[in-house]
């Protein structure tokens, strides 16, 4: 019994190690982005994404959009997903999400597409020409 306690005390801190480890500042977020099999995902929505740019490369997925989670669940398991909104509450959910249906390789900016720019890195701005 005490054996079986320890297995699964060790089981959650490594599960919550992992859910602390999903979380990324602008800078980490970046660095990450120069791993193979990665893939940025920008959940704002359109207007959102016309008004401010976006990061340089990341696919547009409008996660309030009614077809948002099923999107989502079509993306392949074994790949990275790099994860961002406005502010880090719809790519927490996102995140989340992906989660509970078994994607391994996610994160998340945590203060979003706002600390991207605050820290000087790149974006484009599709109406820009």
């Known amino acids: 019994m005490k054996n079986a306690i320890i297995l699964l005390f060790t089981f959650f801190c490594g599960f919550l190690n992992a859910q602390t480890n999903q979380n990324l500042d602008a800078t980490s977020f970046k660095k990450m982005m120069q791993e193979k099999n990665v893939v940025v995902i920008d959940l704002r929505t359109p207007d959102e994404i016309n008004s401010k740019g976006k990061i340089k490369?990341?696919?547009?997925?409008?996660?309030?959009?009614?077809?948002?989670?099923?999107?989502?669940?079509?993306?392949?398991?074994?790949?990275?997903?790099?994860?961002?909104?406005?502010?880090?509450?719809?790519?927490?959910?996102c995140l989340t999400l992906m989660a509970n249906k078994e994607y391994k390789n996610i994160y998340h900016l945590t203060k979003g597409f706002g600390d991207w720019v605050k820290a000087g890195y790149e974006t484009e701005n599709k109406n820009k020409k």
């Open 57 to 93: 490369g990341a696919v547009e997925i409008d996660f309030l959009a009614k077809d948002a989670e099923e999107k989502v669940l079509k993306l392949d398991k074994n790949k990275t997903y790099l994860l961002y909104c406005a502010g880090g509450g719809r790519s927490g959910e």
